[in-house]
């Protein structure tokens, strides 16, 4: 064939193509029916929270979150979380190390151990504690005689808050480090810096946003935590009770507008997790670009 009939059947200005073949009509549907889904189970939820703990007015909300179990709730949930989510910092941290930098026997039971909250219900958690730290536990003798009560007291709560919020900040670590490799470290290694100094100088600042990433869930999830908590708790107001617990309790004693104030709270700090996720989000995936590139 010559040029002149090889011409006609090159397209040197081709149209540009959709991006989906889908036809304007199912798009809309498609996307009208995500958006009522989202509409129908998220955001009006999210209104009718915030409508009936203000309906009887601004003084009776704060006054439902300023009474005393309602304080001594807010007060448990935060100290809590300070201090589970920093044991979860420190075990994902090891756990991403070991699992990303090394081989070792075992490697893969660990990496799938990280993921057992995920599988495991937290009710079955929680009773997994009674049973090994209450009175009739296969502990609890043991833990009477020395006068130690982890069981419906402040270390079963943050037992068990571990237990279920352990996974967040290892899984968001571990992909990343494995992609990042070990080249960074052994070159500071090589260089003469201390396995420390490798550690706070190379590793940490090119981990950073998706530790936070984790930090931020591990913190969402463990201030509300429910399941496990309650089976715990012994549910003893202006003790073991945290802000999820003292919204069933209100609840429960048909005191609807304390309980939707103390679940605003909540909701709130859950808004405001989410801002900061979105935020961590947008640069974590900055980061995973730049390890990439790297």
């Known amino acids: 064939?010559?040029?002149v009939a090889i011409a006609p059947l090159l397209d040197v200005n081709p149209r540009p193509y959709a991006v989906t073949t889908e036809r304007p009509l199912?798009?809309?549907?498609?996307?009208?029916?995500?958006?009522v889904f989202l509409v129908v189970f998220l955001l009006l939820p999210l209104a009718a929270v915030f409508f009936e703990a203000l309906r009887v007015g601004v003084y009776a909300y704060?006054?439902?979150?300023?009474e005393p179990d309602a304080l001594a709730a807010i007060k448990l949930t935060?100290?809590?979380?300070a201090i589970a989510v920093p044991a979860n910092v420190v075990f994902g941290l090891a756990a991403a190390w070991a699992i990303a930098k090394f081989d070792f026997a075992g490697k893969s039971v660990l990496n799938s151990l990280i993921d057992l909250p995920f599988s495991v219900s937290p009710?079955?958690?929680?009773l997994i504690y009674v049973l090994l730290f209450g009175a009739q536990g296969y502990l609890g003798p043991l833990l009477k005689s020395e006068n130690?009560?982890?069981?419906f007291a402040l270390p079963?709560?943050?037992i068990a808050t571990i237990f279920v919020t352990f996974p967040f900040v290892a899984r968001e670590l571990?992909?990343?480090?494995?992609?990042q490799g070990t080249q960074d470290e052994e070159a500071a290694l090589s260089l003469g810096a201390s396995g420390w100094k490798t550690f706070i100088r190379v590793t940490l600042p090119n981990i950073r946003w998706a530790l936070l990433y984790g930090v931020v869930l591990c913190n969402a999830r463990a201030m509300g935590e429910f399941g496990a908590v309650s089976v715990v708790s012994g549910h003893i107001r202006g003790k073991t009770n945290t802000m999820p617990l003292h919204v069933e309790i209100l609840y429960n004693e048909y005191n609807f507008a304390a309980a939707f104030a103390v679940a605003s709270l909540l909701a709130l700090l859950a808004l405001v997790t989410l801002v900061v996720k979105v935020a961590l989000e947008w640069r974590y995936a900055d980061q995973i670009a730049a390890s990439r590139r790297h």
């Open 1 to 3: 064939m010559t040029d």
């Open 26 to 35: 199912i798009r809309v549907v498609l996307t009208a029916i995500a958006v």
């Open 62 to 66: 704060f006054a439902a979150l300023t």
């Open 78 to 81: 935060l100290l809590v979380a």
């Open 123 to 126: 009710v079955i958690a929680g």
């Open 148 to 151: 130690i009560q982890i069981i």
């Open 156 to 158: 079963g709560i943050v």
């Open 174 to 179: 571990i992909p990343l480090m494995q992609e």
